[in-house]
């Protein structure tokens, strides 16, 4: 099974291994080397060479023998060898195609055990790759033994740590809340066991997830769970708070999925239009090409605010800035509208000069240039005409280019396609040609 394909291993990918002390031992002699430390460090090499080559099943066959390297009494060194062997052999594990769950949960019960240094974080990622596998009560297990550990004083990176298995208890708490619920949607009859047993997991997952949404971070997992539960029993106020909290809280990193979540949710509970522009301006200013762009405007122009269809030019033309919304129709739809809007003003050109600002040395040049006339007449027609009435509202002289210039690419393709029609004779020496060269490529 490739685990990767589902998701990415979060904990090999998120947290450094001591690279230049295994550079070090990969590359050449340490001192007070004996000749069992060449050895491991030889076979840590062939490890190395077979890993580059995905020979997944040589490579499972020299970390048995590498495994021995944990009766070594040297000081320190059992902790590398063991982050080491825990590191590529979760590696082997998830490339290797006949890894089973029990192969999994042998490894990583063996390397938890090997060490006290990585043992939380073991058991989480062992936590995580249960419940990627939909074994969420052993994920729960997991993470409850992982939760109780102690070993010598408790360090702020410990304290983090037992903060964030904490915090995925609760996520998993949230994932039986959700199997309760199915079950009791499932029957027309109540259930007053079945609903005790899920306001019981709803309190459980509750107290863990406010607790690490505390701490500055990404949480967006987490929020959402919570969320959907204070959705399910009607505590909207409590949703909303909690959202604005994760969205607005200047202690948290810039998020944009925060303000798309407060938005959804308080679009979806009809919330005053003034609130969501709010919402929404600031996901403008975090993310201007953002999917919900298009919405934006929309709200905007719908909005009764004298200024606002300004702000929806801005947030027009912002999206055309970048080439993945370039060709969209529905943006230039949206831009002919606001003209025909703007044009009913008599400062409109002073307004559209003003949200042009920087642009106006190259934006004619990118979106109506001979090469996009060619382009949007080929391609889409309808778009070409929207183009046309937007640049003939302040640019004729351009219009009268762009669209002469789509004309007549439309005229030649169609031409073209006349004479073949009138002529098929060179269509089928094309294609007995191109047949004739599949062949001598099978040849």
């Known amino acids: 099974m490739n685990w990767n394909a589902d998701c990415q291993p979060g904990l090999i990918a998120q947290h450094q291994c001591p690279t230049s002390r295994m550079l070090l031992w990969l590359n050449g002699k340490t001192p007070r080397e004996t000749g069992f430390h060449k050895t491991t460090r030889n076979c840590l090499q062939h490890i190395r060479e077979v890993l580059l080559h995905h020979k997944w099943q040589d490579a499972a066959e020299y970390m048995t023998s590498y495994s021995q390297t944990l009766e070594d009494t040297t000081a320190n060194m059992p902790q590398l060898y063991a ?34 240094k990585h043992y939380l974080k073991v058991c989480l990622e062992h936590s995580f790759h249960l419940l990627v596998n939909g074994q969420f009560e052993d994920a729960k297990l997991q993470l409850s033994i992982a939760e109780s550990w102690r070993y010598g004083k408790q360090s702020a990176g410990q ?64 929020v959402l769970s919570y969320i959907d539960m204070l959705e399910f029993y009607n505590d909207h106020e409590g949703a909303v708070k909690v ?29 005053p239009l003034k609130k969501i522009l709010k919402v929404l301006k600031i996901l403008h200013t975090l993310v201007p090409s953002h999917e919900l762009m298009p919405e934006y405007c929309s709200l905007l122009v719908q909005s009764e605010n004298e200024g606002d269809l300004q702000k929806a030019l801005g947030v027009v033309l912002d999206l055309l800035d970048y080439s993945s919304w370039r060709s969209n129709l529905d943006v230039w739809n949206h831009l002919m509208n606001i003209i025909k809007r703007l044009r009913m003003k008599k400062q409109w050109l002073k307004i559209f000069a003003e949200e042009m600002g920087y642009r106006k040395d190259w934006w004619l040049e990118i979106h109506f240039s001979t090469f996009q006339a060619r382009k949007d007449s080929a391609e889409n027609r309808e778009l070409l005409e929207v183009k046309s009435f937007v640049v003939g509202a302040f640019c004729p002289r351009y219009a009268s280019m762009y669209c002469g210039v789509g004309k007549a690419a439309r005229k030649g393709v169609t031409s073209e396609a006349r004479k073949a029609k009138r002529n098929p004779k060179p269509l089928r020496n094309i294609r007995r040609l191109r047949r004739e060269r599949g062949q001598q490529s099978q040849d």
């Open 159 to 222: 304290s983090q740590r037992i903060r964030l298995i904490q915090a995925y208890s609760g996520f998993l708490d949230y994932f039986i809340w959700c199997d309760k619920k199915a079950t009791a949607s499932s029957t027309d009859e109540y259930d007053a066991a079945v609903n005790q047993e899920m306001h019981s997991y709803f309190r459980q997952s509750s107290v863990n997830l406010k607790e690490i949404m505390k701490l500055p971070g990404v949480w967006d997992p987490f």
């Open 243 to 271: 959202l604005n909290d994760y969205a607005y809280d200047n202690s948290f990193p810039p998020n944009p999925n925060a303000h798309v979540y407060l938005y959804r949710y308080m679009k979806k509970q009809n919330h």
């Open 83 to 116: 982050e080491i062997i825990w590191r590529i052999g979760t590696e082997i594990l998830h490339h290797h195609p006949d890894s089973k769950l029990e192969d999994y949960n042998s490894f990583y019960e063996r390397v938890k055990h090997s060490g006290v």
